[in-house]
């Protein structure tokens, strides 16, 4: 948040500010996903964007990456649909999805 807070190409941000609607695949049930931000920037050319960002752990995004943890399972494939909704609800909106990990966040300039 802070650097949100301090980033001058951000020009608006917001926490949870999102709802949007989708099925839990394990009950069947209608429930709301709220994704962890939503941002406005300019990127390097100036143009602006705008973005609806999910912070998970690696862990929690794939199947595969939950290896054979029960619970990663289950996080995955609740992720999946509530990230499947988003991209809909992003795509109606002109928004942008991300899913950001720590890959992201703790690549110490290495990309």
């Not at 199947?63 to 990230?83: D, H, M, T, V, Y």
């Amino acid at each position: 948040m802070q650097f949100c807070d301090n980033n001058p190409n951000i020009l608006q941000w917001a926490s949870e500010a999102i709802h949007i609607n989708y099925r839990n695949p394990f009950t069947g049930r209608p429930t709301i996903y709220v994704p962890d931000f939503m941002i406005v920037y300019n990127d390097a050319t100036g143009q602006k964007h705008a973005e609806i960002i999910e912070v998970k752990p690696t862990k929690e995004t794939t199947l595969e990456a939950a290896g054979r943890s029960p619970r990663a399972q289950a996080a995955a494939i609740l992720n999946a649909a509530k990230w499947e909704a988003a991209r809909a609800w992003c795509k109606n909106q002109g928004l942008k999805f991300r899913i950001i990990t720590e890959n992201e966040i703790f690549h110490q300039g290495k990309k």
